[in-house]
């Protein structure tokens, strides 16, 4: 295979294998023709969605799973190679594994396509250095998956914001995630999956496995690679990615200074290896702190967040409210917001962003903050410790 590991390598370094290639010209009016790279149930769930932005297509698909193929409507690819050689392909969703993002993430780049990348953008600081080297080299629209910055409650915040007196000094966010599924069925967990077409003869095992160590096929790890540190960086990379990316550009926050995660597996004994209970302190160079709770055998108190300022607080679940400190703010009011959004706005703004007539809500960078806060956390926990970012060298220590 001079081959796979070679190809990942290069692609890797940001050198790539594949003939950087311009993408066609695109009008205003212009069909936009997608690739979608991996297409199990995040994948499928994008794909309805970008049916509802007009004038887009989404004509070809990879995935190492032959069954996952089966469904899809259009050229189908078990190398996402041959999907990137195609030159009518404007732009490629990735939505495969998170150890897998920074090897497709920057060969789609290399390819000449426009990216949407979802969540977390980067499994390590490594690979978002990578991506980050590969993303200098193009002008591509990259858009990262955290949809919350495309909500309608990104709005309300800022008008919130827009008035100083209205927060004061910001001093904390307390962040929360829980929930709950019947005993019976283990969070993350698929079981009704794993049949006998998951064989090495319908799986592109060496593919799945990218960059992580080498082992014998296993179904299990293969259908379940949420629960696996080779793979995953458990409900971190998950949820609490998704809930700091709308903080951090919200408020404009910056890498932190340091980070502190515990918890276990205290629930589900099922061979899973990242958490299911936990607990992360994130210290922002701000002078904030930003504390984030989570667990999978309770539902309460479900998933909230709340800012807390020396004159308001701001309360976000389903809905996001403005509610004054009294002590530091007799006059004010209680505010709700009311501004909502269609369930594809996401993808819409990026391909708004791709025929130049809006800038991406999620845009690298923001991807590669959240990405390393993350990593952070997730570093922590394997670590059993604090740990720090050190700028300079741009490391973890």
């Known amino acids: 295979m001079d081959s796979r590991r070679h190809f990942l390598g290069k692609v890797a370094s940001g050198l790539g294998t594949l003939a950087s290639v311009p993408a066609r010209a695109l009008g205003a009016n212009d069909r936009i023709r997608f690739g979608i790279i991996g297409f199990g149930d995040r994948g499928t769930e994008l794909f309805h969605l970008l049916k509802a932005c007009p004038n887009t297509e989404a004509a070809a698909f990879a995935d190492v799973y032959t069954k996952h193929l089966e469904k899809a409507p259009g050229a189908q690819y078990q190398d996402y190679r041959r999907l ?7 732009a490629v969703i990735v939505a495969t594994p998170q150890h897998l993002h920074a090897e497709h993430f920057c060969a789609s780049l290399d390819a000449g396509k426009h990216v949407y990348q979802e969540k977390t ?21 990259v858009q990262i998956g955290h949809q919350s910055c495309s909500f309608g409650q990104m709005n309300d915040v800022r008008a919130f914001l827009s008035q100083p007196e209205r927060m004061g000094r910001i001093t904390a966010i307390n962040m929360r995630m829980y ?16 049949t006998a077409d998951v064989n090495p003869q319908n799986v592109a095992w060496e593919s799945f496995l990218g960059e992580a160590p080498a082992r ?19 409900n ?17 926050l910056e890498i932190p200074k340091a980070v502190t995660m515990t918890g276990g597996v205290y629930l589900w004994k099922d061979g899973r290896e990242v958490p299911d209970t936990m607990t992360v302190a994130i210290e922002q160079p701000e002078n904030m702190l930003i504390t984030w709770t989570s667990g999978f055998g309770n539902n309460q108190p479900g998933v909230s967040e709340d800012v807390l300022g020396t004159h308001g607080t701001i309360a976000r679940d389903q809905q996001v409210r403005y509610l004054p400190q009294k002590v530091n703010r007799p006059t004010g009011n209680e ?3 009311r501004a909502g959004h269609p369930p594809q706005v996401h993808l819409q703004n990026f391909v708004d962003a791709i025929r130049g007539t809006a800038k991406p ?7 590669y903050r959240v990405s390393i806060a993350s990593s952070m956390a997730v570093e922590s926990f394997r670590l059993g410790r604090t740990v720090r970012w050190d700028a300079k060298k741009e490391e973890i220590v």
């Open 335 to 337: 505010i709700t917001g």
């Open 179 to 194: 929930r709950n599924t019947p005993l019976a069925k283990p969070a993350w967990t698929r079981r009704a999956q794993i």
């Open 121 to 141: 953008m980067a499994f390590t600081v490594d690979h978002a250095k990578r991506m980050r080297a590969a993303h200098r080299g193009t002008a591509k629209v």
């Open 84 to 90: 990137l050689d195609d030159k009518s392909i404007d």
């Open 361 to 367: 809500n999620c845009p690298f960078e923001l991807g």
């Open 236 to 252: 971190v990379h998950e949820n609490m990615s998704h809930q700091l990316a709308f903080w951090y550009k919200a408020l404009d």
């Open 216 to 234: 014998e096929f296993d179904a299990n790890r293969f259908i379940h690679w949420r629960l696996f540190e080779d793979y995953s960086g458990g």
